[in-house]
């Protein structure tokens, strides 16, 4: 493992989140376009039910955090609440809001991926782009943040993998160590299993594609099925 200043690591640090994804488990995005994740400065959808107030606020990503909006093909960013967090658990606010942009591509990777060999890349199919938005619209919520989260693990432990340099593996390892944390204070449809923390990479990215393999046929999968496939 090499050493290395600050313009040698972050590369690896930034690399697009869906090639990320795509190294890890070997996801395509079907579309052309994707997602560009943009920063909010508005408060996020979570303050306007405490009515302003932050204080001993769940973490979820969607609340607080960030949100992929599948019908636009947007990812959302909630700065306000991404800083709140890091400061709140002490936990550094770039590495933080980096996992944020992971977890929320992998939702757009889960909704508009595929594949190799699962179907043609060319030519477009507007009827298969359908499908992919019916199927995903009515999954439950519950089932697509199962998804993101371990998706999220998988690109989290392929990078540490992939590492030229330790700077890079380590705060890859970081992150790791901060989504656990997270699952300890957000709703339980964002928590995996304790087992996910301790399982081998190999064997994680497995059952990330079966699991992707299953919904891409169009099986009704519930948390409990998730939780099934990841014992």
Request: hydrophobic letters at 35%; glycine letters at 4%.
């Amino acid at each position: 493992m090499k050493t290395a200043d600050f313009h040698d690591f972050m590369p690896e640090i930034y690399e697009s989140c869906n090639h990320m994804i795509w190294h890890a488990i070997g996801r395509h995005q079907y579309t052309h376009d994707f997602p560009i994740a943009k920063a909010s400065d508005e408060d996020p959808p979570i303050i306007e039910e405490t009515n302003g107030i932050w204080d001993d606020l769940p973490l979820d990503f969607e609340m607080l955090l960030g949100v992929y909006l599948p019908d636009s093909r947007q990812v959302i960013k909630y700065t306000k609440g991404i800083l709140w967090a890091a400061d709140t658990y002490d936990w550094h606010p770039k590495r933080l809001e980096r996992l944020v942009e992971i977890h929320e591509q992998a939702h757009f990777l889960h909704h508009l991926g595929y594949f190799e060999g699962q179907v043609p890349e060319y030519p477009r199919s507007d009827e298969f782009i359908d499908n992919k938005d019916d199927h995903y619209n009515s999954m439950p919520d519950e089932t697509k943040e199962q998804i993101a989260q371990l998706m999220t693990v998988v690109t989290l432990k392929s990078k540490q993998k992939r590492a030229k340099y330790d700077k890079s593996r380590e705060v890859f390892a970081d992150m790791e160590s901060i989504l656990y944390e997270l699952m300890r204070y957000q709703s339980r449809m964002y928590c995996l299993p304790e087992s996910v923390r301790e399982t081998d990479f190999d064997r994680l990215q497995e059952k990330a594609i079966t699991l992707l393999r299953i919904v891409d046929k169009g099986a009704n999968v519930d948390a409990e099925d998730v939780a099934g496939i990841l014992v």
